[in-house]
């Protein structure tokens, strides 16, 4: 089974600062993925980044960044200069391998609400 | 029209109803995925369609029944259902790639159920 922790509910961040949001997983796959989404008040999930487990290098984004380590089990989500519309909620997911012919969908944390104050 | 589409944003009925969630995919994916999403709680996958056919089903109880007459289009049939199903119900599209190769999910704005 695989299990994803977010371990920080809120945080409150000036604008312009960089933004760490936490996040860990458990998984006995040896192939996986790693996503982060952002969820604003309209409900819609937006597509952030990912992360291959088997990429050497951390995934970059636009100021969107994932500090990947993997010994740790470790998949945080890095917001360089924060902005006023980066407000929402903020989740991890993973996917695990699977067989060819059946899709999986994505196990989720519980997400951190991010709030960026002026 | 672009992404996942759903349809109604809202909806509000009543115990005794029947009524259906709708989504479509623009995006000529060949998976598409029902998620409940509760306050305070992760997202729950529900129902995995790939190439039309249901992959799983992740024990969900039988009020809700799901439809997925071709790639583009997923439904969620609800009736009799429980105030505790109240949530926001979310469709999303991902091209299955095969063996140990994960794609992205592209979700919908999400249909807000609120059952009295």
């Known amino acids: 089974a695989q299990k994803i922790t977010q371990t920080q509910p809120g945080m409150f961040v000036q604008e312009k600062e960089a933004v760490t949001l936490d996040c860990t997983y458990d998984?006995?796959?040896?192939?996986?993925?790693l996503f982060w989404y952002k969820q604003p008040s309209s409900g819609e999930m937006i597509f952030l980044i990912y992360?291959?487990?088997?990429?050497?290098q951390n995934a970059t984004e636009g100021r969107y960044s994932l500090n990947f380590q993997k010994a740790r089990k470790s998949a945080n989500l890095v917001i360089s200069a924060s902005q006023l519309g980066d407000s929402a909620m903020y989740f991890c997911?993973?996917?695990?391998?699977?067989?060819?012919?059946?899709?999986?969908?994505?196990?989720f944390g519980k997400g951190t609400h991010l709030i960026i104050q002026p | 029209e672009t992404g996942v589409t759903q349809t109604p944003r809202h909806l509000v009925m009543g115990m005794t109803n029947k009524k259906s969630l709708k989504c479509e995919q623009h995006?000529?994916?060949?998976?598409m995925y029902w998620y409940k999403q509760s306050a305070k709680k992760p997202l729950e996958l529900m129902f995995v369609?790939?190439?039309?056919?249901?992959?799983e089903n992740n024990s969900v109880p039988s009020r809700f029944s799901p439809e997925c007459p071709n790639s583009s289009h997923l439904f969620l049939h609800l009736h009799t259902l429980q105030p505790e199903d109240s949530a926001l119900y979310l469709c999303?599209?991902?091209?299955?790639?095969?063996?140990?190769?994960?794609?992205?999910?592209?979700f919908g704005e999400g249909s807000r159920l609120t059952v009295l």
């Open positions: 999303a599209s991902s091209q299955d790639l095969g063996a140990g190769v994960a794609g992205e999910l592209f």
């Open positions: 998984t006995s796959d040896q192939s996986y993925g």
């Open positions: 992360q291959g487990s088997y990429d050497e």
């Open positions: 997911a993973m996917r695990g391998s699977y067989s060819g012919g059946g899709a999986d969908g994505l196990t």
């Open positions: 995006l000529g994916h060949n998976a």
């Open positions: 369609y790939s190439l039309e056919e249901r992959v």
